[in-house]
């Protein structure tokens, strides 16, 4: 079986998608986005960026991907 490319030329193994898809859903499921919805989509890509950058701990890209989540959100609220 041939791996999953994504946009780098990291190949991403089942195991790599199983965890990024445990992130994912957690992720989802906190901010009840539809899983489906661009800004899951958005925030689904940016887990992958993570991981092939060297994050594997599924605790780590959690808090990475709720740090990109909370900083977005901070600069569309008014000042």
Not at 15 to 29: G, K, M, N, T, Y
């Amino acid at each position: 079986m041939r791996p999953l490319r994504a946009s780098s030329n990291t190949p991403l193994w089942p195991e790599d998608l199983d965890a990024l898809q445990r992130v994912f859903d957690r992720l989802c499921s906190e901010y009840r986005w539809p899983r489906k919805s661009a800004q899951a989509q958005r925030y689904g890509r940016m887990l992958i960026e993570e991981y092939q950058a060297g994050t594997r701990d599924e605790r780590l890209l959690l808090a990475a991907g709720r740090s990109f989540v909370d900083r977005s959100l901070d600069q569309r609220r008014p000042a």
